[in-house]
């Protein structure tokens, strides 16, 4: 089994900082790892993933992620963040083998960018 | 394209009432899902469908019933509405083929139940 855990539900940041959103994750198997970002009143949209290869991944709006095997995490970092960044974040993972698709998210990381 | 579209957008609905949700995709993916995202629990996979006339349970399948006679259709039917099945509900599809990984989503559907 696995499981996604988001270690803070929100994140106040000011605009034009950095911010770092955190996931670990749990499985017994090998997984891919996913960041979706939905906007309010929005469905959820891929921000980036790792599949395999370099473990720092860079995905759209200038986020970017960083796989660690010996930690089992995947968090999210942006140099600077902007007003419109706001939005709730969720880390999920895939197992990699089985033919399901299924994704298992996190509970969500609401980041709220002030000006 | 419209990727993966839901509808109603927005429904209110009474205690025993029962409804159909409805999603459909021209994405021609076989692999579609029900999650329902609840505040602070994340998504949770209702059920899910591998290709047309193939349905399985996900994490959360109480209350719910699904179909799939079609690649493109996957409608999630509430037979009794209750409040605990208050909540948003999100549709997605993805291919596994090819080594595609990214699920698509609909917009949502917010449900009420009263």
């Known amino acids: 089994a696995q499981s996604v855990t988001q270690l803070d539900s929100q994140v106040p940041v000011f605009e034009e900082a950095p911010v770092e959103l955190r996931c670990n994750y749990s499985?017994?198997?090998?997984?891919?790892l996913f960041w979706y970002v939905q906007y309010p009143n929005q469905g959820l949209q891929l921000l980036l993933k790792y599949l395999s290869g370099s473990t720092l991944v860079k995905g759209i709006n200038g986020f970017e992620a960083e796989f660690n095997k010996s930690q089992t995490s995947f968090h999210l970092r942006k140099p600077s963040v902007h007003i419109s960044d706001t939005a709730e974040y969720f880390c999920a993972v895939r197992p990699i083998a089985g033919n399901t698709g299924k994704l298992i998210f996190g509970q969500g990381t609401t980041l709220q960018v002030k000006p | 394209n419209a990727g993966v579209t839901q509808t109603p957008k927005f429904r209110i609905l009474k205690i025993g009432q029962s409804m159909t949700l409805q999603c459909t995709q021209d994405?021609?993916?076989?692999?579609m899902y029900w999650y329902r995202q609840d505040p602070g629990m994340g998504l949770k996979l209702i059920y899910y469908?591998?290709?047309?006339?193939?349905?399985d349970k996900g994490e959360v399948p109480n209350g719910y019933n699904v179909s799939r006679s079609t690649t493109e259709d996957f409608p999630l039917r509430l037979e009794l509405a209750a409040p605990s099945q208050t909540s948003v509900y999100f549709c997605?599809?993805?291919?596994?083929?090819?080594?595609?990984?990214?699920?698509?989503f609909g917009q949502g559907t917010r449900l009420t139940v009263v």
């Open positions: 997605a599809t993805t291919t596994i083929q090819g080594g595609n990984t990214e699920a698509f």
């Open positions: 469908s591998v290709g047309a006339g193939i349905t």
């Open positions: 994405m021609n993916h076989n692999y």
């Open positions: 499985s017994s198997v090998s997984v891919y």
